[in-house]
């Protein structure tokens, strides 16, 4: 079976890590556990600042028991519960699950924090404003740069 790429148009130059990117992603994971992205507003002293949020859902789990790490551009949050040797299980129908959730951020996204509340871990995400940078490109006229070469050789 063949690769089909994503970024073959002549248009798209230097996506390679996009690419690289994306078929990273698609992989995915099992789905565990759950989770939401929203818009949220997170007050800040005197002012306002919207945020995403990215909240799973981790109950069975406390603080120690989670890890949040930043890898280049990617968002991992692991799970590891401990067995706790001393209990005894008539039935178990919880189980101590482990999980790892990876998510790409873009360039310049950063994390403000997590918090664990009520078996939800919300982990906020600010991206900073773009700064728009224009740039005008100096064109060099060919035939005016071969005439003064050849001024200067003779």
Do not use: W
């Amino acid at each position: 079976m063949t690769k089909m790429l994503q970024f073959n148009s002549p248009f798209l130059l230097g996506f390679d890590e996009m690419e690289r990117l994306l078929e990273r992603v698609s992989k995915g994971s099992d789905g565990y556990p759950p989770y939401n992205v929203e818009e949220a507003v997170v007050a800040d002293g005197s002012k306002e600042q919207r945020v995403l949020r990215i909240t799973l859902a981790v109950a069975g789990f406390v603080a120690d028991e989670l890890s949040v790490t930043l890898e280049e551009n990617q968002l991992v949050i692991q799970g590891r519960q401990r067995d706790e040797k001393d209990r005894i299980y008539l039935h178990r129908g919880i189980a101590a699950r482990q999980f790892q959730r990876a998510f790409v951020l873009a360039d310049g996204m950063e994390v403000l924090g997590a918090r664990l509340d009520n078996g939800l871990l919300a982990i906020d995400l600010v991206r900073p404003e773009p700064s728009r940078l224009v740039c005008r490109i100096a064109i060099v006229d060919g035939a005016q740069r071969n005439r003064t070469n050849e001024q200067a050789d003779a």
